[in-house]
């Protein structure tokens, strides 16, 4: 090793520490990669990013980060059938909204097809990889099993001529689809299934909306990436646990078919790590595109989707994103993370930024009778509680005309209910105390329809000058100056904590959550609009809301009626937690 010093912030004692990043420091220390470190996220564009691909980018830009190198952004646009540019464009801006800038400019696996089938000859001629004319299935039926080697194929013995000749008519887009392949020749007898002579190159007679009709072969996924990573200098290409069989793989594509340039030091390596997994959450990227073809969300940002998007229309920040993903941090075994974490660090995020307001999910009117008609009041409110010490006011609009919760008051009050009933006070919000004089039903249903209030207007910095006693404080709006609000209420989008996962075998879809989203219509304090212009508020009591916006450029959304649109980010406590498991 030698004693090259660490970039400053790779040694700070807040800076993460995992098996991952000890290998870096190693690699740095022993001058492995000639000192540099070189990350990359490499995403295929056939779907919208989801919080699991967060864990991926927040971990390969966070090591750059934090040790001084470079992250690249490369798509992995090998398989042309399932990718398209609408992708991309997803991919991009949700990695800069996560806070992140990748080095140099995007980078796509398409661009090196003439470098890759370069590397193609120089195995073809060293005599590592052959073009084989067995179908797919007879390909399987070769490969042998775990605990039987496989039969060679009967094409291994072609000549490095006839070889060359048939890639180069493979190019030129002489064969259909399925008459030939080239595969490496490794061992078919080999304990790794991998190494059994994989496939490097199939043709595809399709159109890459990057490359267009220039290829009629593609490079396979275990071709093309290892080279990728190589041409691009990168050091540690970090994966998910799943292609642990694919490293020999990758480290033997590396070796034979590129020519190393001696200044970068080491070729890359592979090292894997467990992806993330989220209760009550399905993340393939096959189930969220069911989800959204068949119309059980509404679209790729659907709030209710752990798509990144999803989540940004939601009003999660991307703070809280990435310290989710910096807790979990990176192991070498698979578990699930319980999304109540995700939740509490949302809150965790939101807590000291959102300014509070009033809104009334379920109003209920109340007529404040010692009042004129015309009586009109603001009261000056903080937007923060004392303890988030932030300063800044609005003013509450006040008047004979209010609307309270409709839960906030029991005619006949439940034992250790402790807000309004008749004869009882509470104190409202930022205001004066009221207490109930009478209730008024509609004749058919008996339901209540309006309290009958007086209030005391001596009470707004002290307690009630009757001495009467006030069972609590509820949130209220004025009636004439509310803002009439279309509010979506989330919910998770499955009710069982593996929907992947059922103990009957059960679909995914089984376990949707059918109350997801309720729709209400709230009524928000007038000086609430404005504040959501630049985040997530909260409503006191109730949740954190965000106005809703579509596409980040896009104005809030507003529903049928022209309301403009809250989407509830997260409830102020987890109300699952007591929930009996479904
Ligand atoms: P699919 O869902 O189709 O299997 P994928 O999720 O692996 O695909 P990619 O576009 O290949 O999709 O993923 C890009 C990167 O994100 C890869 O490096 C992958 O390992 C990583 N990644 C994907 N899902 C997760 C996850 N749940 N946790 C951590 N990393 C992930
Ligand atoms: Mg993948």
Known sequence: MSDRPLPSDASADDA????????????????????????????????YPHIG???????????????????HLRFDDTNPTTEDPEYVTAIERDVRWLGFAWHGSTRFA?????RLYDCALRLIRSGKAYVCSLSEEEIRQHRGTVTEPGTPSPYRARSVEENLALFAAMREGAFEEGAHVLRARIDMASPNMKLRDPLLYRI????????????????????????????????HSFC?????NNRALYDWVIAHAWEQPAALGAAPGQTEFARLRLSYTVLSKRKLLALVDEGHVDGWDDPRMPTLSGLRRRGVPPRAIRQLCEQVGVAKANST??????EHAIRDVLNPEAPRVLCVLDPLEVVLENLPADHRETFDAPLYPRDIGKAGMRALPFGRRLFIERDDFQETPAKGFRRLAPGRAVRLRHGYVVRCVGVEHDPASGAVTR?????????????????VKVHGTIHWVAADDAVAVAVRLYDRLFTAEQ?????????????????????????????????????????????????DRPSSDAPSATDADGRQVFNRVVTLRDTWAGRAAP
């Open 204 to 235: 595809r007679k399709a159109h890459h909306y990057r490359t267009g009709d220039a290829w009629p072969i593609y490079p396979m996924y275990d071709f093309a990436h290892p080279l990728s990573d190589a041409f691009e200098g990168i050091t």
């Open 110 to 114: 398409s661009d090196y097809f003439g």
């Open 499 to 547: 929907p992947d996962r059922g103990k009957l075998g059960e679909d995914f879809r089984t376990f949707l959550n059918p109350a997801s989203l309720t729709e209400v219509v709230g009524q928000l304090e007038p000086a609430a609009p404005a504040l959501a212009e630049a985040g997530p508020v909260q409503f006191e009591r109730q949740g954190y809301f965000a106005a």
């Open 451 to 467: 309290l009958r209030c007086v209030c005391d207007t001596d009470s707004l910095a002290g307690p009630p000058t009757d001495g």
């Open 240 to 244: 998910t646990l799943e292609f642990e």
């Open 16 to 47: 993460p520490r995992d098996f991952l990043r000890d290998l870096v420091t190693a690699d740095v220390q022993a001058g492995t990669h000639a000192g540099r470190v070189v990350t990359r996220f490499p995403p295929e564009p056939n779907g």
């Open 53 to 71: 691909h967060a864990k991926s980018i927040v971990l390969n830009f966070g090591v750059a980060e934090q040790f001084g190198g470079a992250c």
């Open 337 to 342: 993370v319980d999304i109540a974490r995700f």
